[in-house]
């Protein structure tokens, strides 16, 4: 235990409290608790606690309080934003769920399950599965990301257009407050005023009002029919139009709906093995529409078919392939989930997750690359993403043959530009990945004035001594 | 003006801002504002502000506050709990969104109408539907509830099983607080993870916490197929089974399903013209289906006719009515909404607006009856509501020939009995009408601990003279 920088007293209780296995100080064994996975940053901890229980995560959360050190709640860390790593002065400890892993309850008449922190989605999503029921919400790092985290930074995801974000799905939450109270709002209630939304505030505040240690999920009923097809497009407009006709018929048949651009598309075809396109020639935009339903007959079928053939009729949609198997679902799936490994594969490249009203897609996505092309001559702009949400992961991907390094100088440059026309068409910077350390900087002068003022005030009322998760959200005064 | 017991230079400056149709201040003008449609409290009040747009409102906000004049917010004045009515001392000032009356924009692109506080609830949805779309909110106060204080009481309502209550249906938000800046979260975005869910705490805040003054919300596509049953069955658990049935097929198809005792339909059919029961003969239960579709087609009656001809089948449901025309569902329908001017005709009543988990009312109507029949015998237990949000109007009507004051003055040993059933079920005593005065006191022993101690603070921290509608939610110190 000789790496820690804890006072002996407070080493002492947590080891008391905690076990071996709950408190982890070498180096060797929390290195991998202090760099997030995009390794962005890499930070260092003091300790990394691993309590097996809300009791004694409150415990933990109270001894930390009381002699003031920083704790960084952290789950699958899985955060795109650094969310979950601690800076780099080794003073925080970081405080894992990774050992809170039990599903308590799955309840067929109330359709809810109520998890803890530790749970990872797929593990929830398979056990919901298994009872023939469905937790809709989907996220590429479902297989490592955690209830709790999923809940402090509201997740979206694929299935947000038909079902929401994570908020939407938590019917009742447990956390530890900065202070060791455990406030316990696991009422599974759709119905319920009684003071001020506390859950709702403590989704999405990125664990910087409390630790999230046990949650109530909402859960539908399984699908029982699925249709799956991929259009090609002349362009976002068309993509818009596409997803309005379908909109019009059915919107709770809608279970996913995502745009991918050409050029991302054709990253994806040439540099993915067996993802060739399965489309006649390539085309300026593709839709991927998914609708579902629990009914078994073959409504949806039908839905599919007349308006895929009235947008065929109507030169709308150029081309387009139906799923007709499992597996040929799967196939156009797997097409969707390689973009961001492409685009890797194509070199260095820029994220931008961003969002604006659905009526301002076309002319973001023209207005954007248009000025990301004048900035950087060969920049590949390969957009794609939840259109049917306003959510486009705007990524640019280096020009061939340019040095990476020289492209990535330049992050903050293409940043900017993306951001400063998502602002004049009242978008946000961050659709669905959070602020976590990255985007703090841009907090004043987008969330500025009496949004963040009232923001640092709760903070400040919850949290006074700024010990939870401190450097998060807020960019330093 | 002479009966106001505000500053005079307050008064001046107010006067200036406002003009003479935005400051009232005789008592004969008013009184109207100072009592609550439930007539439960007859407050006072030093002047009525009605500004006509959100600046004036914070100008007026940041006068009242720089003279620590409380501030109560009021918009329909249809709140069941007195949340917008000023205490007897006649200091506050009521601020009413009467004026605010303009409906921006709707948006068919982004499926969003953009609205002032002031507009009702009726005249949103007219608006909507008068452009081929839906504001999926009803509640029966919607001809004089204005949207401002819809969102700030986050009302509930029939078609909460499908959309939501209020909280889900706001994608934007403009407020005054209490300092008198402007929190603009106008952004109609389905996704936005930018720091803390400000919208989300003051949706439901019951004007505490701020004044709302102009709103974003979401419209869903106008149904254009639409099935509606009422059903006869032997309990509220067969109720319950009949929802799962559907549930399990089509859950987006349930629009409304709401259960009716026998007693209260007894009290509907015997009390209300034109309101005779449209079944063969009386049962304990009944349950009133209404499944709706953008679709046009044929699969809504379809799906109708499989479950409730399977439930027939069964004996779960032992009679039903189809409406076959839009005046026979609005028969249906007329039958539904008289229960709460039924129970007024039979005599005193005591209103319980309560929920639980779905699962747990069978267990909460059958102790909750027989507690409440050993209190007071003869007593008419007359439960209604929206048994697929797990809300009961668990309404309690005077014997007959009983003085209904001998009834009400043991109303709170009845309002006592049933909330402590409904805490052993992990239920909520305010489902969807809030907390406003009427049930502050029971804050403490229901979200005490940690839950108020947290509401404290963000309340101490964004109002921290306290000017914003005092005495509401919480209790005196």
């Not at 497009?233 to 309005?244: H, I, K, N």
């Not at 998914?290 to 308006?307: C, F, I, N, Q």
């Not at 490994?341 to 997750?353: C, F, H, L, P, T």
Request: aromatic share 4%.
């Amino acid at each position: 235990m000789s790496d820690t920088a804890l006072p002996a007293a407070l080493l002492t209780a947590l080891s008391e409290l905690l076990g071996p296995t709950g408190l982890l100080t070498d180096a060797g064994d929390t290195d991998s608790f202090c760099t997030d996975w995009r390794m962005l940053y890499h930070g260092r901890c003091a300790a990394v606690l691993r309590p097996a229980t809300t009791q004694d995560c409150a415990k933990a959360v109270a001894l930390c309080a009381e002699y003031g050190v920083p704790m960084v709640p952290q789950g699958g860390n899985t955060s795109m934003v650094g969310g979950a790593t601690p800076d780099a002065s080794g003073k925080a400890v970081v405080i894992s769920t990774n050992r809170m892993t039990r599903i308590h309850t799955i309840d067929h008449a109330d359709l809810t399950m109520t998890v803890e922190a530790g749970v990872t989605l797929k593990a929830a999503q398979d056990a919901a599965a298994a009872e023939g029921l469905m937790l809709p919400l989907s996220i590429s790092s479902e297989g490592s990301a955690e209830i709790g985290g999923i809940l402090a930074t509201n997740a979206g995801g694929n299935n947000t257009v038909r079902y929401g974000n994570a908020r939407e799905l938590a019917l009742g939450l447990e956390a530890v407050l900065p202070d060791g109270q455990v406030l316990n709002l696991m009422r599974r209630l759709r119905k319920d005023n009684t003071g001020y939304a506390l859950r709702q505030l403590l989704i999405g505040s990125e664990g910087t009002l409390g630790l999230i240690t046990t949650a109530i999920l909402q859960l539908q009923p399984a699908p029982r029919s699925r249709e799956t097809a991929l259009c090609a497009l002349a362009d976002p407009q068309a993509v818009l139009t596409l997803f309005a006709a379908f909109r019009k018929q059915d919107p709770a048949a809608i279970q996913a709906f995502e745009y991918m651009s050409g050029t991302s598309m054709a990253l994806v075809n040439s540099l993915i093995d067996g993802a060739s396109l399965p489309l006649s020639e390539p085309a300026p935009a593709y839709a991927l529409v998914e609708l579902g339903s629990p009914r078994a007959d073959d409504s949806l079928r039908t839905l599919m078919e007349e308006v895929l053939g009235q947008a065929l009729e109507d030169g709308l949609v150029t081309d387009a392939v139906l799923a007709e198997s499992e597996s040929q679902r799967q196939a156009l799936w797997m097409i969707r989930e390689e973009h961001a490994e492409a685009q890797k594969r194509a070199g260095a490249s820029v994220k931008n997750d961003v969002s604006v009203p659905l009526s301002a897609i076309p002319e973001f996505i023209t207005k954007a690359t248009a000025a990301c092309e004048a900035l950087i001559p060969g920049i590949r702009v390969a957009p794609f993403g939840h259109i049917g949400d306003g959510n486009i992961h705007f990524n640019l991907v280096q020009p061939e043959g340019m040095d990476p390094k020289d492209f990535l100088a330049q992050d903050h440059a293409m940043m900017d530009t993306v951001a400063n026309i998502v602002r004049t068409l009242d978008g946000s910077f961050s659709a669905e990945h959070g602020v976590g350390q990255l985007k703090t900087y841009m907090m004043p002068s987008w969330r500025g004035g009496a949004e963040l003022d009232a923001m640092r005030k709760i903070k400040a009322a919850l949290d006074p001594q700024t010990v939870m998760n401190p450097g998060k959200i807020f960019p330093q005064a």
